[in-house]
């Protein structure tokens, strides 16, 4: 299995729900990533976990809650999201202490209604 | 601080012809990492190709390679003989040396392979 999975595809959400995006990988890799991505800008990342321990926040509001509940699996829960926020959320993984070489998922495409 | 620059925003070319997008960055890092990513319409961002400051030997896969240069700062990309399929926005990153779970990504440039 060489694949990132991200569920769901496209989520339309309210200011005042609460949702969750979840990604999958069974690579054994032990970097996972959350990157944000406006349209027709680059990604930006958001979050990395290194064997399941949060090591980089950049700055990202606290609407934003990533978690790690195990070596295959990253969540990003959701709540109270402003229509900025919408954009195509991407997770990626990789070996640790490997640049770079990143397999990404094909996203979650979100609007904040 | 580091950068990626891609000055091309958008290109378009006849399919069978070749094209070369452009990469120039910025660091201050002496050990650091180059990357190519391929982001097609479907949305993901499919890994091309790294490169670390060291190896400045210039790679070929395929139809695709990969121009390194630190004289220049530059690390171009070239499709030889395009293909309709080859379509995509192309990003050149960085990451430095001391910072290898973090890459930053240029602005991208859209290619389209017209048939």
């Known amino acids: 299995d060489t694949e990132v999975t991200q569920t769901p595809k496209h989520l339309v959400m309210g200011m005042t729900n609460k949702k969750s995006l979840k990604c999958e990988q069974h690579?054994?890799?032990?970097?996972m990533y959350w990157y944000k991505q406006k349209a027709k800008k680059p990604p930006e990342l958001m979050f990395v976990?290194?064997?399941?321990?949060?090591?980089i926040n950049e700055s990202v509001p606290s609407r934003f809650s990533p978690e790690c509940p195990n070596s295959s699996l990253l969540n990003l829960h959701l709540h109270a999201l402003q229509p900025e926020d919408s954009a195509l959320y991407l997770c990626?993984?990789?070996?640790?202490?490997?640049?770079?070489?990143?397999?990404f998922g094909s996203g979650t495409r979100l609007t904040v209604v | 601080a580091q950068k990626v620059t891609q000055a091309q925003t958008e290109i378009s070319v006849v399919e069978k012809e070749d094209v070369t997008l452009d990469c120039v960055y910025e660091?201050?890092?002496?050990?650091?990492?180059l990357f190519w990513y391929k982001q097609p319409p479907s949305g993901e961002l499919v890994f091309l190709i790294r490169?670390?400051?060291?190896?400045?030997q210039n790679e070929i896969s395929g139809r695709y390679s990969w121009n390194f240069q630190k004289s220049t700062s530059s690390f171009n990309f070239t499709i030889t003989a395009s293909q309709v399929v080859d379509s995509a926005v192309y990003f050149c990153?960085?990451?430095?040396?001391?910072?290898?779970?973090?890459?930053?990504f240029g602005k991208g440039t859209r290619l389209h392979i017209l048939p």
């Open positions: 660091t201050r890092d002496t050990t650091y990492y």
């Open positions: 976990y290194s064997y399941e321990k949060l090591s």
């Open positions: 990153a960085l990451s430095e040396g001391n910072r290898d779970d973090k890459i930053i």
């Open positions: 990626a993984s990789s070996q640790v202490q490997l640049p770079g070489g990143y397999t």
């Open positions: 690579m054994g890799h032990r970097a």
């Open positions: 490169r670390n400051s060291f190896d400045e």
